[in-house]
């Protein structure tokens, strides 16, 4: 996508910086090698109930996953599957179709073919299942229409205001990005940015919160962010820079295997899956469809006897904003102590060192926002869309200012580098 055409540039810009899983937790661990010095506000931010694919929807509209519709890749709903044409593939064996690299293969082959432009991943869902299941994030969020509620996000908001902005593509590594915003930064022609840094989130994942790869990626964040802020400075006569992760991340202390637990239990009762019972198994929550009278007693008592988590109440998904009005994301919702990991599950077979997904209130879960300037930050994700709002309004009255008595040219502002 273009740029607008070069404005008066250089007065105001506001950067948001997003950090996946720089938790309060860690980033507090790791104040004197973060930006110590530079900034002038920093607090825990409440996430909310699920993962990435529930926290950033959030964060983008303003609104919780009851009301923009985001909460877990894979939906029971048999009736519009679009999966249906990969059945012959579950006749494949289980040992080539678990690999991690054919999965990606197929993944992409897919997502190409459905013409799906959002994150898409199969990950370890069984392919006999494929065909019961939908997937929610088919558009990307980003772009217009991403949000399955129909909700605008903020560069919805950017675009109709014809505010000039910057946005990192997710699908590029974080050299690609920084270099971008570099660019679009001695270009001068922006007032609002969006960085996008997903690659801590994976090595929390596969280190565990207190290794030495943490640290390290941290301090080149460090090294990168104070680097950006005095070009900025170079270009712009006043530089905001805000920072905020989507949740924390927790050490994995042990693994559960519910599926196992399942597969006896519909030995011992004659429940089966697709008739009395479907369920997903993400890495941190178990989420079931209820299909007949008799599965419902059953399945609480099996899980009452799950020394690995709790079932959760209406009043707690209400709480979380994660009571779907349609139950699109399952009846049941069973949730694992911070630090258990389901494995095998939908998501995975092998045991990862850090796992995020767990309750809201369990301080590896809790997010953190920091900025360059004193202000007062939102406490909770779905308030960064008002503070990102309040920094639109700002590039809207600079670019308003700054082509006074003339005609706006800019189009629907924006880039995607």
């Keep these: 996508m273009l740029s607008p055409p070069r404005q008066a540039g250089g007065e105001e810009l506001a950067i948001f910086v997003f950090i996946d899983a720089f938790g309060w937790q860690i980033f507090q661990r ?11 506000t920093a607090r825990p931010l409440d996430t909310v109930l699920g993962y990435s694919c529930a926290c950033d929807p959030t964060i983008l509209t303003g609104h919780l996953p009851q009301e923009h519709g985001h909460f877990s890749f894979f939906q029971y709903a048999p009736q519009r599957s679009p999966f249906r044409g990969l059945r012959p593939l579950g006749w494949l064996p289980r040992w080539l179709t678990s690999r991690g690299r054919v999965r990606r293969i197929i993944s992409r082959q897919v997502a190409r073919q459905l013409g799906y432009t959002g994150y898409f991943q199969l990950y370890n869902m069984p392919f006999q299942r494929l065909p019961l299941m939908d997937y929610s994030e088919k558009r990307d ?6 949000i399955l509620s129909g909700a605008a996000t903020i560069f919805d908001q950017l675009r109709s205001r014809r505010v000039p902005f910057h ?12 270099q971008s915003l570099r660019e679009a930064i001695r270009d001068e022609q922006i007032s609002w940015a969006y960085l996008y840094l997903a690659e801590l989130d994976g090595i929390l994942h596969r280190d565990g919160t207190r290794a030495k790869t943490v640290t390290d990626h941290i301090r080149g964040y460090d090294r990168q962010l104070r680097d950006l ?13 805000y920072l905020f992760s989507d949740h924390g991340m927790a050490d994995v202390t042990g693994c559960y295997d519910l599926m196992a637990d399942l ?8 429940m089966r899956f697709g008739k009395d019972y479907a369920a997903v198994f993400d890495s941190t929550m178990a989420r ?12 609480r008592e099996l899980l009452a006897g799950c020394p690995a988590g709790r079932t959760l109440s209406d009043a707690e998904l209400d709480a979380y904003g994660c009571l779907f009005p349609q139950r699109e994301y399952g009846d049941l919702f069973f949730l694992l102590d911070a630090g258990m990991l389901l494995c095998p ?11 995020h997904g767990y309750c809201p209130s369990h301080e590896d879960s809790t997010a953190m926002v920091a900025a360059t300037v004193p202000c007062l930050p939102p406490t909770r994700l779905d308030g ?3 503070l990102m709002l309040r920094e639109a309004a700002r590039g809207r009255d600079d670019l308003t200012a700054a082509t006074a008595g003339t005609a706006a040219t800019a189009g629907a502002a924006g880039s995607l580098a």
């Design 263 to 270: 597969q006896r239990w519909e030995r011992a009762t004659g």
């Design 30 to 40: 790791h104040q004197e090698d973060f930006l110590q010095g530079i900034l002038q």
């Design 229 to 241: 802020l005095k070009l900025a400075g170079e270009h712009y006569r006043v530089v905001r820079m």
């Design 345 to 355: 599950s939908d998501m995975g077979s092998t045991p990862l060192k850090g796992m």
């Design 141 to 146: 969020l980003y772009q217009p229409g991403g």
């Design 288 to 299: 079931f469809w209820l299909l007949s009278d008799r599965a419902e007693p059953a399945i």
């Design 167 to 178: 946005v990192s593509d997710w699908r590029h590594d974080e050299p690609r990005n920084f």
């Design 384 to 386: 960064l869309y008002s």
